[in-house]
């Protein structure tokens, strides 16, 4: 599964959430997250928290989003909310898909992918009790149709820095924030990214979900020698196409695409050294 990172603080919800959700035990702060994610639609979201009772160790998928309020059923995985982590499978980039079954959660589909080479593979996921979810990975939650707007993420809060790599290719990530946040923001240290040569088709790309099956595209910027003054206000900065600064929040909670174009991989330290 692609790296990416969060940290989050507990949120308070109705008493009638705590009873739903299983318990938690650990020797940080425990608690759950609520992250929008509505029905009909396909949500990026990101783990926030590390492993119950030891810290820095990663916790389980079947284990980290709550079925609570989320639609199920006994048999048919079309007709459930359903889970889509991108992970690697036989050493090729691949999807696990996981339904919430009535009875016993979220429950491994087998699915037919196309592979990088061309052909076709059947895949038949790790089981969610035991596949390894690390701290700011991500994943989509895929909404069947029906009821409620919530998903709730629930584990132990670190309390540790981060140091997140960003390798080649796509990168399912998030960023460590208690509320909105543009990709601008003066905290965030973006150093390693990759500006390219001033053309928006060689530097990093990010894609935000407008959730309607679009995406926002915004560009890493370097401002290359000999350059006009003009472009020092991009400098280091995430950019539109057409050369302007990238405003708008991202929510809390949503993940995002990091496209790496530059060579290699680099650390994102968000938490600093």
Not at 69 to 82: C, E, F, K, R, V
Not at 121 to 134: C, G, M, R
Not at 264 to 273: I, R, V, Y
């Amino acid at each position: 599964m692609k790296k990416g990172w969060m940290t989050f603080a507990v949120v308070a919800a109705a008493g009638l959430v705590h009873a739903a959700m299983q318990p938690i035990a650990g020797t940080n702060v425990v608690g759950f997250v609520e992250i929008a994610a509505p029905a009909a639609e396909n949500t990026i979201i990101a783990v926030p928290f590390e492993a119950c009772l030891q810290a820095g160790v990663p916790g389980k998928l079947g284990d980290l989003v709550s079925t609570y309020g989320l639609t199920a059923h006994s048999s048919d995985p079309a007709l459930a909310d359903q889970l889509v982590v991108l992970t690697v499978d036989g050493g090729s980039p691949a999807y696990y898909y996981y339904y919430n079954d009535t009875e016993d959660g979220w429950t491994a589909i087998t699915t037919e992918q196309i592979m990088p080479d061309g052909l076709k593979k059947t895949l038949t996921p790790t089981a969610a009790s035991v596949f390894d979810v690390a701290r700011g990975q991500g994943f989509w939650i895929k909404r069947v149709a029906g009821f409620g707007s919530a998903v709730y993420v629930q584990g132990q809060v670190s309390e540790a820095k981060q140091a997140t790599t960003v390798g080649e290719g796509l990168n399912l990530i998030s960023y460590s924030a208690m509320q909105a946040f543009t990709l601008n923001d003066s905290n965030i240290d973006w150093t390693g990214a990759y500006g390219g040569t001033g053309n928006t088709v060689t530097s990093d790309k990010i894609l935000v979900s407008n959730g309607d099956g679009t995406y926002a595209e915004f560009y890493y910027f370097t401002k290359p020698d000999g350059w006009p003054v003009a472009y020092d206000t991009l400098n280091n900065k995430w950019i539109t196409k057409s050369y302007t600064v990238a405003t708008g929040s991202i929510a809390a909670g949503k993940g995002f695409w990091f496209h790496r174009r530059g060579a290699g991989s680099f650390t994102f330290k968000p938490d600093g050294e």
